[in-house]
Protein backbone atom coordinates (compact mmCIF):
# COMPACT_ATOMS: atom_id res chain seq x y z
CA UNK A 1 0.00 0.00 0.00
CA UNK A 2 1.76 3.21 -1.42
CA UNK A 3 1.42 6.09 0.59
CA UNK A 4 0.47 7.99 -2.09
CA UNK A 5 -2.48 5.70 -2.46
CA UNK A 6 -3.18 5.80 1.48
CA UNK A 7 -3.69 9.45 1.53
CA UNK A 8 -6.18 9.65 -1.48
CA UNK A 9 -8.00 6.62 0.33
CA UNK A 10 -8.33 8.52 3.21
CA UNK A 11 -9.29 11.96 1.72
CA UNK A 12 -12.21 10.27 -0.51
CA UNK A 13 -13.50 8.34 2.57
CA UNK A 14 -13.57 11.75 4.29
CA UNK A 15 -14.98 14.14 1.24
CA UNK A 16 -18.04 11.32 0.93
CA UNK A 17 -20.72 9.63 3.66
CA UNK A 18 -20.15 6.52 2.02
CA UNK A 19 -18.77 4.94 -0.81
CA UNK A 20 -18.64 1.66 -2.76
CA UNK A 21 -16.11 -0.75 -2.71
CA UNK A 22 -16.27 -0.29 -7.37
CA UNK A 23 -16.34 3.25 -7.12
CA UNK A 24 -13.44 3.83 -5.03
CA UNK A 25 -11.47 0.85 -6.88
CA UNK A 26 -12.23 3.18 -9.83
CA UNK A 27 -11.07 5.95 -8.55
CA UNK A 28 -8.00 4.75 -7.02
CA UNK A 29 -7.26 2.69 -10.23
CA UNK A 30 -7.14 -0.98 -8.34
CA UNK A 31 -8.93 -3.70 -7.75
CA UNK A 32 -11.93 -3.97 -5.95
CA UNK A 33 -9.92 -6.70 -3.67
CA UNK A 34 -6.59 -3.91 -2.85
CA UNK A 35 -8.93 -1.64 -2.54
CA UNK A 36 -10.37 -4.24 0.72
CA UNK A 37 -6.65 -4.51 1.61
CA UNK A 38 -5.72 -1.14 2.16
CA UNK A 39 -8.91 -0.54 4.06
CA UNK A 40 -7.91 -3.21 6.48
CA UNK A 41 -4.44 -1.72 6.49
CA UNK A 42 -6.38 1.63 7.83
CA UNK A 43 -8.35 0.19 10.46
CA UNK A 44 -5.01 -1.69 11.66
CA UNK A 45 -3.29 2.04 11.72
CA UNK A 46 -6.51 3.06 13.71
CA UNK A 47 -8.40 4.33 11.85
CA UNK A 48 -12.39 3.16 11.91
CA UNK A 49 -13.94 2.32 8.71
CA UNK A 50 -17.51 0.57 8.44
CA UNK A 51 -17.99 -1.79 5.77
CA UNK A 52 -21.82 -2.96 5.00
CA UNK A 53 -21.71 -6.20 2.40
CA UNK A 54 -24.15 -6.47 -0.64
CA UNK A 55 -25.44 -5.36 -3.96
CA UNK A 56 -25.49 -2.24 -2.42
CA UNK A 57 -22.79 -2.17 0.46
CA UNK A 58 -19.73 0.16 1.02
CA UNK A 59 -17.34 2.03 3.09
CA UNK A 60 -17.93 4.59 5.80
CA UNK A 61 -15.25 6.64 7.90
CA UNK A 62 -16.51 6.58 11.10
CA UNK A 63 -17.55 9.85 13.35
CA UNK A 64 -14.40 10.69 15.18
CA UNK A 65 -11.69 9.60 12.37
CA UNK A 66 -12.21 12.56 10.43
CA UNK A 67 -8.89 14.31 10.77
CA UNK A 68 -6.31 15.42 8.56
CA UNK A 69 -4.43 12.20 7.38
CA UNK A 70 -1.37 11.77 8.84
CA UNK A 71 -0.18 8.60 7.81
CA UNK A 72 3.47 7.38 9.02
CA UNK A 73 5.77 4.32 8.99
CA UNK A 74 7.72 3.38 12.43
CA UNK A 75 10.91 5.34 10.89
CA UNK A 76 8.73 8.57 10.61
CA UNK A 77 7.49 8.49 13.32
CA UNK A 78 11.01 8.05 15.18
CA UNK A 79 12.60 10.93 12.97
CA UNK A 80 9.51 13.16 13.68
CA UNK A 81 9.75 12.51 17.23
CA UNK A 82 13.19 12.72 17.10
CA UNK A 83 13.26 16.04 15.28
CA UNK A 84 10.55 17.87 17.64
CA UNK A 85 11.72 16.62 21.11
CA UNK A 86 15.44 17.94 19.94
CA UNK A 87 14.41 21.64 18.91
CA UNK A 88 11.97 21.66 22.75
CA UNK A 89 15.64 20.03 23.94
CA UNK A 90 18.04 22.63 22.83
CA UNK A 91 17.27 25.85 24.39
CA UNK A 92 16.29 28.19 21.95
CA UNK A 93 13.46 30.29 20.80
CA UNK A 94 10.96 27.63 19.33
CA UNK A 95 11.51 25.16 22.29
CA UNK A 96 7.74 25.83 23.30
CA UNK A 97 5.76 25.70 19.64
CA UNK A 98 8.08 22.29 19.14
CA UNK A 99 5.98 21.42 22.44
CA UNK A 100 2.97 22.33 20.97
CA UNK A 101 3.85 20.97 17.77
CA UNK A 102 4.44 17.30 19.01
CA UNK A 103 1.03 17.82 21.03
CA UNK A 104 -0.67 18.25 18.28
CA UNK A 105 0.71 15.54 16.18
CA UNK A 106 0.29 13.27 19.05
CA UNK A 107 -3.28 13.96 18.61
CA UNK A 108 -3.83 13.52 14.92
CA UNK A 109 -2.39 9.85 15.05
CA UNK A 110 -4.01 6.92 15.45
CA UNK A 111 -3.95 5.35 19.07
CA UNK A 112 -1.45 2.47 17.76
CA UNK A 113 1.16 5.16 16.09
CA UNK A 114 0.84 7.78 18.57
CA UNK A 115 1.86 4.72 21.60
CA UNK A 116 4.83 4.12 19.56
CA UNK A 117 6.38 7.70 19.08
CA UNK A 118 5.60 7.88 23.26
CA UNK A 119 7.92 5.19 23.58
CA UNK A 120 11.15 7.73 22.44
CA UNK A 121 11.89 9.70 25.57
CA UNK A 122 15.42 11.17 25.34
CA UNK A 123 17.36 14.19 27.19
CA UNK A 124 20.10 16.41 26.18
CA UNK A 125 23.25 16.36 27.73
CA UNK A 126 25.10 19.81 27.74
CA UNK A 127 27.17 19.09 24.92
CA UNK A 128 24.77 20.10 22.31
CA UNK A 129 22.02 18.67 20.55
CA UNK A 130 21.93 15.61 18.44
CA UNK A 131 23.36 15.79 14.60
CA UNK A 132 23.66 12.06 13.90
CA UNK A 133 21.64 11.16 10.60
CA UNK A 134 22.78 6.72 10.80
CA UNK A 135 20.72 5.99 13.32
CA UNK A 136 18.30 2.99 12.89
CA UNK A 137 14.67 3.40 13.56
CA UNK A 138 13.73 0.58 14.16
CA UNK A 139 17.19 -0.22 17.04
CA UNK A 140 15.94 3.55 18.24
CA UNK A 141 12.66 2.08 19.14
CA UNK A 142 13.33 -1.18 19.90
CA UNK A 143 16.03 0.38 22.92
CA UNK A 144 13.42 3.33 23.94
CA UNK A 145 10.49 0.62 24.76
CA UNK A 146 13.33 -1.42 26.31
CA UNK A 147 13.99 1.69 28.81
CA UNK A 148 10.32 1.88 29.19
CA UNK A 149 9.30 -1.77 30.12
CA UNK A 150 12.49 -2.56 32.30
CA UNK A 151 14.10 -4.71 29.71
CA UNK A 152 17.58 -5.58 29.25
CA UNK A 153 19.08 -5.42 26.19
CA UNK A 154 21.44 -8.16 24.48
CA UNK A 155 23.23 -6.53 21.32
CA UNK A 156 26.66 -6.22 19.42
CA UNK A 157 28.49 -3.41 19.88
CA UNK A 158 30.41 -2.17 16.62
CA UNK A 159 33.16 -5.49 16.02
CA UNK A 160 33.29 -5.94 20.04
CA UNK A 161 31.73 -8.84 21.90
CA UNK A 162 28.41 -9.20 22.60
CA UNK A 163 26.89 -7.03 25.47
CA UNK A 164 23.96 -7.62 27.73
CA UNK A 165 22.63 -4.59 30.05
CA UNK A 166 20.18 -3.06 31.90
CA UNK A 167 19.18 0.60 29.70
CA UNK A 168 18.49 3.43 31.46
CA UNK A 169 18.15 6.60 29.53
CA UNK A 170 18.84 7.85 25.86
CA UNK A 171 21.08 10.65 25.94
CA UNK A 172 21.81 13.24 23.26
CA UNK A 173 25.38 14.45 23.75
CA UNK A 174 27.57 16.27 20.84
CA UNK A 175 26.20 15.41 18.15
CA UNK A 176 25.71 12.00 19.22
CA UNK A 177 23.00 9.65 20.40
CA UNK A 178 23.86 7.71 23.55
CA UNK A 179 22.38 4.54 26.21
CA UNK A 180 23.31 4.47 29.42
CA UNK A 181 23.04 1.24 30.99
CA UNK A 182 24.25 -0.88 34.06
CA UNK A 183 26.32 -3.40 32.79
CA UNK A 184 26.05 -6.69 34.98
CA UNK A 185 29.52 -7.82 33.86
CA UNK A 186 31.34 -4.54 34.38
CA UNK A 187 29.09 -3.92 37.91
CA UNK A 188 29.41 -0.54 36.59
CA UNK A 189 27.58 2.60 34.42
CA UNK A 190 28.20 2.61 30.81
CA UNK A 191 27.28 4.30 27.98
CA UNK A 192 26.67 3.34 24.32
CA UNK A 193 26.58 4.90 20.88
CA UNK A 194 23.16 3.42 19.12
CA UNK A 195 24.18 3.65 15.96
CA UNK A 196 26.58 1.31 16.96
CA UNK A 197 24.72 -1.20 18.12
CA UNK A 198 22.70 -4.37 16.49
CA UNK A 199 20.10 -5.51 18.61
CA UNK A 200 19.48 -9.21 19.04
CA UNK A 201 16.81 -11.35 20.32
CA UNK A 202 14.00 -9.48 22.70
CA UNK A 203 12.52 -8.71 24.94
CA UNK A 204 15.28 -9.53 27.66
CA UNK A 205 14.36 -10.58 31.26
CA UNK A 206 12.70 -8.16 34.01
CA UNK A 207 14.96 -5.68 35.74
CA UNK A 208 14.60 -3.28 38.29
CA UNK A 209 15.71 0.07 37.93
CA UNK A 210 18.79 1.51 39.72
CA UNK A 211 19.17 5.02 41.53
CA UNK A 212 21.06 6.54 38.43
CA UNK A 213 24.04 8.77 40.90
CA UNK A 214 22.86 12.35 40.95
CA UNK A 215 19.87 11.37 39.99
CA UNK A 216 20.02 13.04 36.80
CA UNK A 217 20.65 10.60 33.43
CA UNK A 218 21.86 13.87 31.50
CA UNK A 219 24.06 15.30 34.19
CA UNK A 220 26.21 11.81 34.88
CA UNK A 221 26.17 11.21 31.30
CA UNK A 222 27.73 14.76 30.43
CA UNK A 223 29.92 14.01 33.38
CA UNK A 224 31.28 10.57 32.27
CA UNK A 225 32.42 12.18 29.34
CA UNK A 226 34.52 14.34 31.30
CA UNK A 227 35.94 11.82 33.75
CA UNK A 228 33.35 12.39 36.51
CA UNK A 229 31.31 9.93 38.34
CA UNK A 230 29.58 12.80 40.25
CA UNK A 231 27.41 14.78 37.81
CA UNK A 232 28.57 17.35 35.39
CA UNK A 233 32.08 18.90 36.39
CA UNK A 234 34.92 18.21 35.74
CA UNK A 235 37.22 16.38 37.83
CA UNK A 236 40.02 18.57 38.15
CA UNK A 237 39.23 22.30 38.59
CA UNK A 238 42.42 24.91 38.56
CA UNK A 239 43.19 28.37 37.45
CA UNK A 240 46.18 30.40 36.65
CA UNK A 241 46.96 33.96 35.83
CA UNK A 242 47.53 34.78 32.00
CA UNK A 243 49.50 37.78 30.77
CA UNK A 244 46.96 38.25 28.22
CA UNK A 245 44.14 40.59 28.01
CA UNK A 246 41.04 39.20 28.68
CA UNK A 247 38.76 40.26 25.66
CA UNK A 248 41.43 38.18 23.67
CA UNK A 249 41.41 35.22 25.99
CA UNK A 250 37.86 34.58 26.36
CA UNK A 251 36.09 33.76 23.09
CA UNK A 252 38.40 30.66 23.60
CA UNK A 253 37.51 29.69 27.01
CA UNK A 254 34.88 27.35 26.43
CA UNK A 255 33.30 26.22 29.62
CA UNK A 256 35.53 27.98 31.86
CA UNK A 257 35.41 31.54 33.23
CA UNK A 258 37.72 34.24 32.65
CA UNK A 259 38.28 37.47 34.92
CA UNK A 260 40.45 40.79 34.35
CA UNK A 261 42.65 41.60 36.84
CA UNK A 262 44.45 44.31 35.23
CA UNK A 263 45.50 45.65 31.91
CA UNK A 264 47.25 42.72 30.12
CA UNK A 265 46.39 40.44 32.88
CA UNK A 266 43.44 37.93 33.27
CA UNK A 267 43.08 34.69 35.36
CA UNK A 268 41.44 32.25 33.70
CA UNK A 269 39.85 29.18 35.30
CA UNK A 270 39.15 25.37 33.74
CA UNK A 271 38.16 22.03 34.12
CA UNK A 272 39.75 18.77 32.50
CA UNK A 273 39.53 14.94 33.09
CA UNK A 274 43.02 15.37 34.39
CA UNK A 275 46.04 17.73 36.30
CA UNK A 276 48.27 17.36 33.47
CA UNK A 277 45.40 17.80 30.85
CA UNK A 278 44.22 21.02 32.77
CA UNK A 279 47.76 22.26 32.46
CA UNK A 280 47.87 22.04 28.82
CA UNK A 281 44.59 23.35 28.51
CA UNK A 282 46.28 26.87 29.79
CA UNK A 283 49.48 26.25 27.86
CA UNK A 284 47.27 26.38 24.40
CA UNK A 285 46.51 30.34 25.10
CA UNK A 286 50.05 30.87 24.29
CA UNK A 287 51.23 33.33 27.29
CA UNK A 288 52.82 33.42 29.87
CA UNK A 289 51.56 31.59 33.23
CA UNK A 290 51.14 33.24 36.53
CA UNK A 291 50.36 32.21 39.81
CA UNK A 292 48.90 28.68 39.19
CA UNK A 293 46.45 26.77 41.53
CA UNK A 294 45.89 24.45 43.33
CA UNK A 295 48.85 22.68 43.98
CA UNK A 296 47.83 19.58 42.00
CA UNK A 297 48.07 22.10 38.66
CA UNK A 298 51.55 23.24 39.68
CA UNK A 299 52.86 19.83 39.95
CA UNK A 300 51.62 19.11 36.51
CA UNK A 301 53.12 22.26 35.03
CA UNK A 302 56.30 20.49 36.33
CA UNK A 303 55.14 17.00 34.57
CA UNK A 304 54.66 18.73 31.33
CA UNK A 305 57.61 21.12 31.47
CA UNK A 306 59.74 17.56 31.68
CA UNK A 307 57.93 16.14 28.98
CA UNK A 308 58.46 18.94 26.72
CA UNK A 309 61.97 18.72 27.42
CA UNK A 310 62.45 14.96 26.41
CA UNK A 311 59.73 15.73 23.20
CA UNK A 312 62.30 18.40 22.36
CA UNK A 313 64.96 15.98 21.22
CA UNK A 314 68.81 16.53 20.24
CA UNK A 315 70.01 19.94 20.23
CA UNK A 316 71.03 19.44 16.60
CA UNK A 317 67.50 20.16 15.55
CA UNK A 318 66.78 23.08 17.24
Same mark, same amino acid.
Given at each position: ??????????????????????????????????????????????????A?????????????????????????????????????????????A??R????????M???????????????????????????????????????????L?????????????????????????????S??????????????????????????????????????????K???????????????L??????? #??F $? %?????? &??? !? *? /?????? =? @????V?????L????????? #??? $? %?????F &??? !? *? /?A???? =? @???L?
Open positions: MTTSRTLLLLSLLQARREWSGHALAERLAVSERTVRRDVDRLRQLGYHIHTRGPDGGYRLEAGSELPPLMFDEEQIVALALALRTVSLADTKLDAAEALSTVRQLPARLRRRMDSVEVVRAPAGAPTNGRLDAATFLAVGAAIRELETRFDYGAGATRVVEPHGLVAHAGRWYLLAWPAAADWRTYRVDRMTLRDRPGTHFHRRAVPGGDVASFVAGMFGSRSGDRWPCRGSAVLAEAEAV #AP $V %EDGSVE &AIG !A *G /RCRVTL =G @SWSWGLAAGLRFDAELEM #ASP $V %ELRRA &ARV !A *G /RVGAR =G @SSAL
